[in-house]
């Protein structure tokens, strides 16, 4: 990885934004801010190489004007598991243009892409609000980190990427956010066993960063493998407990 | 029914609301003001009756200030039913003081609640910004349903409450929010075998209002356990859906 996280750290830590405008303090909007100046802390390390998403996709289009349509612009991409994980869907794709770039979109893999001798280092940033005890935030799609991980052993491609979280702990204080700490982990560094889905949220992954374990000590492919292994036996377990849970109760009332 | 839901569209259809001050107009925030006004015209039909869910929880339990913790106040419902769906938490309902009342809460299941003559009328408000052709939204928990079923059966209640949905469709213009029509429609008379559950969703029900059947002929007895049915075949389903789905295509990764 070409990122410095540790300095990315000490960059983050005791710094301050100025408290969105927008009246509430909940969910996504309130750390959007940091969001931003985590990425300018990036980009100060990495500045030809870091983009966000979208603007990578701006970009790698526009130098390639002559390829035209969702199909020849899915070629420019290498890597099989880097385009599934970055490009849009066939009709974004298949409109974009010049005139009409890509903006930015909620759900995109990444909120800070940074790119350097073919290696994709995909970087999300996760804020918290110290003053609340908050459930542990969406992280990726369980379904869509098995395509990956299926993909990533279809085409033998196990050191081109890398998945990061970086969480900026804050507080508000005197109309500020306060940066009280900040955190980073590495998914294929965490143990797939233990990563929490949550079925009846979009069949998120959620974790808070800081308590990400990190002692995965095998290869990619390693943990590609055993991140399917885990989520298939998963689904198992909560087909099962669906039926457990939510019909077998029922069952008497329906003879 | 108390409340004369064709009187109250006529009354709220063409009637404008400011538009809220936060930036954005998506999702929950941006036709609330309009929740308010329905809530206003339906108690002009029954002042005395008409309540928001924390309002009536308030009065109930100011009413019996002798009448302290969570036990006891479970008791003040004479309906296992009406309990299930109204009530606070455990731990709130045994904070609960004349000093310590509770506020309004996201998740309530009722917006606007009329109790007259032992009947309980739960009124949920749906607003539908007309000019985004928006997913259906979330009505109910399925689960949550079930259990009210299996009380209802349990108890032999049938006749002391109903659950109505009103849709208010509005658009922004010169900085007002219009009401272009508005709908209503009453869970107990919609097809229970058409109830679409989103299981990814926090096992929502979802509907929009507007398009909800009315076409279910039978008793709340009937109703309930034509939901049950439903509701544990749409579990088997989903069951055996996520296995196929989610683990099959899998399988041969991880031999």
Chains 1, 2 share one sequence.
């Not at 990495?46 to 790698?60: G, V």
């Not at 143990?191 to 009846?200: E, S, V």
Request: charged fraction near 30%.
């Amino acid at each position: 990885m070409k990122v410095n996280y540790r300095e990315l750290v000490k960059k983050v830590r005791g710094t301050s934004v100025p408290k969105p405008l927008s009246g509430t303090l909940s969910g996504h909007a309130a750390g959007e801010p940091f969001d931003k100046h985590v990425y300018n802390e990036i980009k100060k390390q990495l500045p030809k190489n870091t983009f966000r998403q979208y603007e990578y996709l701006n970009d790698l289009y526009s130098k390639n004007p002559e390829i035209i349509g969702n199909k020849a612009r899915q070629e420019l991409f290498d890597s099989p598991s880097v385009l599934f994980l970055l490009s849009r869907g066939k009709d974004a794709t298949n409109k974009w243009s010049l005139e009409n770039p890509f903006d930015e979109k909620q759900d995109d893999t990444a909120d800070i892409l940074v790119v350097k001798d073919g290696f994709f280092e995909i970087i999300d940033i996760k804020t918290r609000n110290l003053s609340k005890s908050a459930q542990a935030p969406n992280i990726i799609s369980s379904f869509k980190l098995a395509q990956m991980c299926a993909k990533m052993i279809d085409n033998h491609e196990f050191d081109n990427l890398s998945i990061s979280y970086f969480e900026v702990d804050w507080e508000l204080k005197d109309r500020k956010l306060i940066c009280k700490d900040a955190h980073y982990a590495h998914l294929f560094r965490a143990t797939p066993k233990n990563l929490y889905i949550n079925w009846a949220a979009a069949m998120q992954i959620q974790f808070h960063v800081s308590n990400l374990d990190q002692d995965f000590k095998g290869s990619v492919e390693g943990w590609a493998k055993a991140y399917l292994k885990h989520f298939v036996a998963q689904v198992y377990r909560r087909s099962q407990y669906m039926v457990e849970k939510y019909a077998k109760p029922f069952e008497r009332y329906i003879k």
